[in-house]
């Protein structure tokens, strides 16, 4: 089964700080990564889109893809108490049929000011 | 302004009582699906349709039925509804070949 991996936290940082979020996924062939923000009781929200090996920056945003190893990260520099959220990681996996965005459960980070 | 829609936002019913959840794009997106997210687990597909009278299951279809007679909507129907079904759902729309999801603001159902 094709599966994306996140720690679900929560994540704790004091504010300023860097916040570093993680994910696995199982199929090696995938090319496409997303990491999407979710207030609570809210709809996600795209933040990130990485497709090639290495980083990728966005503002306060970094995103970190290493195929190899199958791994995908978010780093948030100088972290706000309006960044506390769950973080979902999604990935673009190959199915019989098609493309299917697979998500992860998601990391709660809060930053404490 | 472009937008997923949902309909109704909040919903309390009782077990078997059939219910119907709209949602409406207005962005002209070939592809539209629906999650359900529920603590833990994440957001889980359950159906999802890739043009007009084109629909197909997706991880958790069980209990749910979904229609798409017009491009720009994609009802959610529970026949019978179960208490399993209390959950956060959300309905999301994309073009063809784009990656980019857009997500509607959510339904929160509490079936007693």
């Known amino acids: 089964q094709k599966e994306v991996e996140q720690n679900s936290g929560p994540l704790s940082v004091p504010e300023g700080a860097i916040a570093s979020l993680n994910c696995t996924y199982s199929d090696r062939v995938s090319q496409s990564f997303f990491w999407y923000r979710q207030y609570s009781g809210k709809s996600p929200e795209l933040i990130m889109s990485i497709y090639s090996n290495g980083d990728k920056e966005d503002g306060r945003f970094t995103a970190q893809l290493n195929k190899a190893s199958q791994y995908v990260s978010l780093l948030i520099r100088d972290s706000q108490p309006s960044d506390s959220a769950t973080y979902l990681c999604?990935?673009?996996?190959?199915?019989?049929?098609?493309?299917?965005?697979?998500f992860g459960a998601g990391t709660i980070l809060r930053v404490k000011s | 302004e472009a937008q997923v829609t949902q309909n109704p936002r909040y919903l309390i019913t009782v077990t078997g009582k059939k219910l119907t959840v709209t949602c409406s794009q207005n962005m002209n997106h070939e592809y539209m699906s629906w999650y359900r997210q529920d603590p833990g687990l994440g957001l889980r597909q359950i159906y999802y349709?890739?043009?007009?009278?084109?629909?197909d299951k997706g991880d958790v279809p069980e209990g749910y039925k979904v229609s798409r007679k017009e491009k720009r909507n994609f009802p959610l129907i529970l026949e019978s509804p179960s208490p399993n079904q209390t959950s956060l759902y959300f309905c999301?729309?994309?073009?063809?070949?784009?990656?980019?999801?857009?997500f509607g603001p959510g339904t929160r159902l509490l079936v007693l």
């Open positions: 999604a990935v673009n996996m190959f199915m019989e049929y098609g493309n299917k965005l697979v």
């Open positions: 349709s890739m043009n007009v009278e084109v629909t």
């Open positions: 999301a729309s994309k073009e063809g070949r784009e990656e980019t999801q857009y």
